[in-house]
């Protein structure tokens, strides 16, 4: 909450975090990084590296949800909750992003 000029108190932003991350979003494709096989094509908001992937934000998963590499098995994230929505917390060195 900021004050205006009148000094009444006023809200700015976007609102909610969800619409604001989808205003800019991006569509990235998520690989292994051991044996290259295509894990997720994800909604990215932001331009920073792959922290977490929000479940809403997963456009097609090829992992059958176990969050395991289809082909070599590796385990690539951990299910977590951020910011009251559950998400996938990237194992950092486990996965390679591409646009």
């Known amino acids: 909450m900021v004050r205006n000029f009148l000094g009444r108190v006023v809200s700015i932003g976007y609102g909610s975090i969800e619409m604001s ?3 800019s979003a991006r569509m990235v494709r998520v690989y292994c990084a051991d044996c290259g096989e295509l894990l997720y094509k994800y ?5 920073g590296r792959l922290v977490k992937c929000f479940k ?3 456009v097609q998963d090829n992992t059958e949800g176990d969050l395991c590499c289809p082909s070599c098995g590796q385990a690539f994230a951990r299910e977590t909750m951020a910011y009251g ?10 996965v390679t992003v591409r646009r």
Not at 43 to 47: A, E, P
Not at 87 to 93: E, F, H, R
């Open 43 to 47: 909604r990215k908001g932001g331009s």
């Open 85 to 94: 929505r559950p998400a996938n917390k990237i194992i950092q060195g486990k």
């Open 21 to 23: 991350s989808r205003r």
């Open 56 to 58: 809403d934000g997963i």
